[in-house]
């Protein structure tokens, strides 16, 4: 997962080329079209969101899920009240931080894109052709509108998500919450991890420090 990270982003998209352009071993040819464009975007920002994800799904504890699963929850109940909203706060950060490389990105996107007016020009390699052609005010400009855009996705990404008991009023969830020694996003703010779990409409709240199970 590490390799868009160590791999020059030019030699990534001669890869690209090479495997999906029109002499490629692939079979499938999407050189020059939107599908390349998203395909190399793909390729160099989705180690940002794993990054941002992994290290939360593997800090969440078991005990909330078995005691889920002893209720008579279905998985994808399971999945959809326990395990998501824990990794919501690190989803969205990895998809700013992606967002915000998508923007800039240059090198993987110049020789598979085409750069066709309308069709795959991406803004990036519109900043090159502008400084080329002699026009550094107007190449200047979309850099200014892409730093404005990249920060406004990393803002969003990295901004604070708070879920709150509607009982008690109590925080659930603090994307801002780290545990001591370098704790990971997205870990309920009080260490105690509440779902609700039960099908057709009963409700119970689970707490891993009291190891309780109530009804409400």
Do not use: C
């Not at 692939?26 to 992994?54: E, K, S």
């Not at 604070?160 to 309920?188: A, H, K, M």
Request: charged residues 15%; negative net charge; hydrophobic residues 50%.
């Amino acid at each position: 997962i590490d390799l868009p990270f160590a791999l020059p982003t030019i030699v990534a998209g001669l890869v690209l080329l090479a495997l999906y352009g029109p002499s490629g071993p692939v079979g499938i040819n999407v050189a020059y079209t939107r599908i390349a464009v998203v395909l190399a975007l793909l390729f160099v920002t989705l180690p940002f969101v794993v990054r941002a994800v992994q290290p939360v799904l593997m800090g969440l504890e078991r005990e909330a899920e078995e005691a889920a699963e002893s209720l008579g929850a279905k998985p994808w109940t399971i999945f959809r009240r326990i395990i998501l909203p824990a990794l919501r706060p690190a989803m969205l950060a990895g998809v700013g931080l992606a967002f915000g490389r998508a923007v800039g990105e240059f090198g993987s996107i110049v020789l598979i894109s085409g750069n066709l007016p309308y069709k795959t020009e991406v803004a990036s390699v519109l900043v090159y052709g502008q400084i080329e052609s002699g026009n550094t005010n107007g190449a200047a400009a979309v850099s200014v509108l892409l730093l404005f855009v990249s920060f406004l996705g990393n803002s969003a990404g990295s901004s604070v998500i708070r879920v709150v008991d509607p009982e008690d009023g109590s925080v659930i969830i603090d994307s801002r919450y780290t545990q001591p020694g370098g704790g990971q996003l997205g870990q309920p703010a009080d260490m105690t991890f509440r779902g609700v779990v039960a099908d057709m409409g009963s409700v119970g709240q689970m707490s891993a420090d009291s190891e309780s199970v109530a009804y409400s």
